[in-house]
C-alpha cells in the first residue's frame, strides 16, 4: 500500500527547457528529530547558495519544517498529514520520515522520478545495518561510519537516476 501523502509541486516561472537534460541524484541530507543534520554528501550538485555547509543544511531543514508545517494545514481531516515530494522548475526535494523522525532528504532532478522506495531502502537497509545495529553508534551522533558512506555511496551510484547525468549540447 503506498502512503496517502501529497507531493506537493510549486512551479516558479515557466520558461524551463530540458534542452537535452535527465535524471540526475544531486545530493542526501540525513537529520535526526531535533534538525541536526548527520550525513550530508553531494555527487553532482549545481551549486551552493549558503556560506557554508553548516548553513545550507540549516536552511534545508528549516524549509523542511516550514513545507511540513504548511502541509499540515492544508491537508484534509481525513487523510495522513504529511509529504514525500517537493518539486521546482530545477530540482526535487524526495522526502522520507522514520516514526522516530529520523529524515532523510534526497534532492535530484525532477525528471528522476519516485523516490520514495530509494529512501526506505536507505533506511531499512543502509541506516539500520551500519548505524543502528553498530554498537558503538550512539543515536544522534553524526554518521561518520566509513561502512555507512560506501553504502549509501554505492546504493545511489548504482541508482538509475544517478546514471542518467546530464548531457551537454
Known amino acids: 500500500t503506498r502512503d496517502r501523502k501529497a507531493a506537493i509541486i510549486i512551479r516558479p516561472s515557466p520558461g524551463w527547457e530540458e534542452g537535452g537534460r535527465r535524471a540526475m541524484i544531486y545530493n542526501l541530507y540525513v537529520y535526526n528529530r531535533e534538525g541536526a543534520c548527520l550525513f550530508y554528501h553531494e555527487w553532482r550538485r549545481p551549486h551552493m547558495n549558503a556560506d557554508s555547509p553548516a548553513e545550507d543544511q540549516k536552511l534545508m531543514y528549516g524549509f523542511l519544517f516550514s513545507l ?3 502541509v499540515n494545514k492544508l491537508t484534509p481531516e481525513n487523510a495522513a498529514p504529511g509529504f514525500y515530494a517537493c ?8 522526502y522520507f520520515e522514520t516514526p522516530t523522525g529520523l529524515r532523510f532528504v534526497l534532492n535530484t532532478d525532477p525528471h528522476a522520478g519516485d523516490m520514495r522506495d530509494a529512501l526506505r531502502f536507505m533506511y531499512s537497509n543502509i541506516y539500520v545495518e551500519y548505524a543502528s545495529k ?3 553508534y550512539r543515536v544522534g551522533d553524526p554518521l561518520d561510519n566509513q561502512l555507512f558512506f560506501e553504502a549509501v555511496d554505492r546504493f545511489i551510484r548504482s541508482h538509475s537516476a544517478f546514471e542518467s547525468a546530464p548531457q551537454s549540447g
Open 134 to 136: 553498530n554498537p558503538v
Open 87 to 94: 518539486q521546482s522548475n530545477k530540482y526535487k526535494l524526495n
Open 68 to 70: 511540513k508545517q504548511v
